[in-house]
């Protein structure tokens, strides 16, 4: 009873931060608001205004003014009026593609490689310092070389997606696999498991929790990669409708996309925290 009342509280004090939040967000974007003429910069002449034409003050949208654009976005959200004109859930599975085919790459690197790396320690020892080296290089620095030797954009996309999410898969595997209880194994050998069988059936199950917490990591930042890098390779993608709708001033939509990429990516983490939950163990 009492759980049920702090969680019933919890959820009224988040309605009220959030009604609170956009209340502000409507004061800032009104104070500012009203159309003048003023003058142009020279953006604006280039996108074809006038001297003289009445430009908004404020570039901040109500928050109506999203909802009203939300609502426009969303009317039709699988239009295809060409390779130039589609609509915004086209975009968003696009990105949701690369990303699952970059992080299942991850996954099917990064898992065995780090199993093995736990199970062979010197062989760990070794190769640490190449991934310390490669691990903090930001991802738009492998944009260059992976554009000029894949030759493809697309391709180029889920590989970025995959060199920064392999990391934390692999170093979580690898720490997991080689931090397993002594005590485990001793009693595999007492038992008569064989060097395999002691891998597969004590040290794989028991590091579960720590490789689903990496890939929890990973997926995480392979969707905040993806933006990004879609930025750059353009084409498609929820990242290239981003910066497509900021060259046209649509700042509304913007927003739209920002809220979009928010909830995907929270019911992403929540997927793979609710595997977590169901594999987890306690000692």
């Known amino acids: 009873m009492q759980g049920a009342i702090s969680t019933s509280r919890s959820w009224l004090a988040t309605l009220a931060i959030g009604l609170l939040l956009l209340a502000i967000w409507q004061a800032l974007a009104s104070t500012g608001g009203g159309s003048a003429p003023v003058e142009l910069s020279d953006y604006d002449k280039l996108m074809g205004k006038s001297p ?11 928050p109506i003014d999203v909802f009203k654009r939300a609502g426009e976005l969303f009317a039709d959200p699988f239009r295809r009026n060409g390779e130039n004109d589609l609509g915004i859930a086209w975009h968003l599975l696009d990105s949701l593609r690369r990303v699952f085919s970059g992080y299942a790459l991850a996954v099917l690197v990064g898992v065995p490689l780090g ?17 310390q080296l490669l691990r903090p290089v930001s991802p738009m620095a492998w944009m260059p070389l992976a554009l000029y030797t894949l030759k493809d954009s697309g391709a180029s996309a889920i590989f970025i997606i995959f060199i920064c999410s392999i990391w934390p898969i692999l170093i979580n595997t690898l720490y997991s696999t080689a931090s397993v209880r002594q005590d485990w194994t001793n009693v595999g050998r ?20 720590m490789i689903l917490t990496g890939m929890r990591i990973s997926i995480g930042i392979a969707w905040l990669v ?7 390779v353009g084409q498609s993608g929820i990242g290239f409708f981003v910066w497509n709708e900021w060259n046209n001033l649509q700042i509304s939509s913007i927003i739209v996309a920002i809220v979009m990429i928010g909830v995907v990516g929270l019911v992403l ?15």
């Open 269 to 283: 983490d929540q997927l793979l925290g609710a595997l977590m939950k169901h594999l987890s163990f306690r000692e």
């Open 52 to 62: 003289g034409v009445s430009v908004e003050r404020s570039a901040i949208p109500t």
């Open 226 to 232: 993806i933006v990004a890098a879609e930025m750059v």
């Open 190 to 209: 007492v038992i008569g498991l064989t060097p395999l069988e002691r891998a597969r059936k004590i040290v794989f199950p028991a590091a579960v929790p």
């Open 115 to 131: 199993f093995l790396l736990g199970l062979v320690p010197w062989l760990g020892q070794a190769l640490n310092p190449f991934i």
